[in-house]
Antibody, heavy 120, light 106 residues
């Protein structure tokens, strides 16, 4: 059974770069799209961006200038870097697989989430 | 950006009740609509994809309908494990979530 798991620092200083890794077990990342989603009490669930195993990426226009998503198929991992963070980036960050029925996509497998606090 | 608006934001219901949650898109999204359930401290769980297709392992009391801009999630007979927050999500253009509907005990 495919299981993604987020990892990374739980505390990041303002203006620095948030870095998270999603490690996928029980299956290969060499299929499907893989996503980063975050959740805050104020803004709810927000899609950050996605990556396909061939390296194709896409991201939320509101975050695009600060987001870098990369994949490492040899480690079955993908990563998120969010630069110039502020307190507004404090959130629970999830990684999730996007599957398709050949017409449209849906996020069917999620990691457990990791909390990141931006504070000095 | 496509905005998703859910209503109500919360509701109180009893075991056995029929519960209906609506989701409206700011523009037509055909059937590119998914529904998730989330319990406190947990990740969202996919219930319905493509507006009306039941995800494997999800009880048949969950039903999704709609197309275009208006969608509905119905729980035919609320069970104790259904008290949770429900989110809609569009996948027509990028991904956007509704703000959530919390189903609480009456």
């Amino acid at each position: 059974q495919v299981q993604p798991q987020e990892s990374g620092p739980g505390l990041v200083k303002p203006s620095e770069t948030l870095s998270l890794t999603c490690t996928v077990s029980g299956g290969s990342i060499r299929s499907h799209y893989w996503n980063w989603v975050r959740q805050t009490p104020g803004k709810g669930l927000e899609w950050i961006g996605s990556i396909y195993y061939n390296g194709t990426t896409n991201s939320n226009p509101s975050l695009r200038s600060r987001v870098t998503i990369a994949g490492d198929t040899s480690k079955n991992q993908f990563s998120l870097k969010l630069s110039s963070v502020t307190a507004a980036d404090t959130a629970v960050y999830f990684c999730a697989r996007a599957r398709t029925n050949y017409v449209q996509y849906y996020m069917d497998v999620w990691g457990t989430g990791t909390t990141v606090v931006v504070s000095s | 950006d496509i905005q998703m608006t859910q209503s109500p934001s919360s509701l109180s219901a009893s075991i056995g009740d029929r519960v209906t949650i609506t989701c409206r898109a700011s523009q037509s999204i055909s059937s590119f609509l998914n529904w998730y359930q989330q319990k406190p401290g947990k990740a969202p769980k996919l219930l319905i994809f493509a507006a009306s297709s039941l995800q494997g392992g999800v009880p048949s009391r969950f039903d999704g309908s709609g197309s275009g801009t208006d969608f509905t999630l119905t729980i035919s007979s609320l069970q104790p494990e259904d008290f949770a927050t429900y989110f809609c999500q569009q996948s027509y253009s990028g991904w956007t979530f509704g703000q959530g509907t919390k189903v609480e005990v009456k």
